[in-house]
């Protein structure tokens, strides 16, 4: 059993639409949790970090974390075209600076 | 002031031959990793290291030899390179009491 799960997609959603990712981890004791961008055949970019139970908002960018059930989501709202790539959860479960990383869920933002 | 770059950008070599993938980071970094990600696998941990001269074993090490004698540095070293080492590899870091990593360009190494 993967430690970090993703549905690997693709998710489509219409420009202007709000998407919503989901990721589940397996450890209880993790800490720390990161999202990811990757484009095709770019390198992955941070774009949230979340710590504490609840929302954190950065422009059209929400991370919402619910440790009791295990499970963090990102939520990008008014979609766009540009925001079509591949989003990747990663957790850190207080390994020192390692994170485990899902397999990532392709997003297509259509016009 | 580039943050974190990585040499080549694209390799072709031959089985069994010796590779090495370099990795640069002007931010004084503690914490340095190595990856590759191969399509259904994702982002595999290769190896990593804590501070110079602190290197430790990821998911999939096998076939890979690191070395970090500066902060700043941190090599991959394909001793033999196998045809199973095709991937792009990426290189990290992140520095003491923050968890977020960032990443390299990435090297895109084909083994024939």
């Known amino acids: 059993q993967k430690e970090v799960e993703q549905n690997s997609g693709p998710l489509s959603v219409p420009e202007g639409a709000i998407a919503s990712l989901n990721c589940t981890y397996s450890d209880r004791g993790s800490q720390s949790f990161f999202w990811y961008r990757q484009y095709s055949g770019k390198s992955p970019e941070l774009i949230m970090f979340i710590y504490s139970n609840g929302d954190k908002e950065d422009g059209r960018f929400t991370a919402q974390l619910n440790k009791a059930s295990q499970y963090v989501s990102l939520l990008i709202r008014d979609s766009q075209p540009s925001d079509s790539a591949t989003y990747l959860c990663a957790v850190n479960n207080n390994a020192g600076n390692m994170l485990t990383f899902g397999g990532g869920t392709r997003l297509m933002v259509k016009p | ?112």
């Open chain 2, 1 to 112: 002031d580039a943050g974190i770059t990585q040499s080549p950008r694209y390799k072709i070599t031959e089985t069994g031959r010796q590779v090495t993938l370099m990795c640069h980071q002007t931010w004084s970094h503690s914490y340095m990793f190595w990856y590759r990600q191969d399509l259904g696998h994702g982002l595999r941990l290769i190896y990593y290291s804590a501070a110079a001269d602190i290197t430790d074993k990821g998911e999939v090490p096998d076939g890979y030899v690191v070395s970090r004698s500066k902060t700043e540095n941190f090599p991959l070293t394909l001793e033999s390179a196998t045809r199973s080492q095709t991937s792009v590899y990426f290189c990290a870091s992140s520095g003491l009491g923050h968890r977020e990593q960032f990443f390299g360009p990435g090297t895109r190494l084909t083994v024939l």
